[in-house]
C-alpha cells in the first residue's frame, strides 16, 4: 500500500538530488574549485544532505 509521505520525502530527495548534480556539472564546466559549501549553496540544499548522499561527494 502506498505511502504518500514516503513517496512525498523520495520525491523531494530525488528533486534535490537532480540540483546538486546540476551544480556539480556547472562547477565542472567553470573549471573553478569545487567544495561542499558551494555545491549546497549552488544546489539549494543544505550540506547535511551532500553529507548524506556520500555517492553525490565522490
Known sequence: MPNPM???KRADSARR???VLK???AAVAGG?????SGLAR???V???FLY???D???
Open 6 to 8: 514516503i513517496d512525498g
Open 17 to 19: 538530488r537532480e540540483r
Open 23 to 25: 551544480a556539480i556539472n
Open 32 to 36: 573553478g574549485d569545487i567544495t561542499v
Open 42 to 44: 549552488s544546489a539549494r
Open 46 to 48: 543544505d550540506r547535511t
Open 52 to 54: 548524506r548522499h556520500r
Open 56 to 58: 553525490l561527494l565522490e
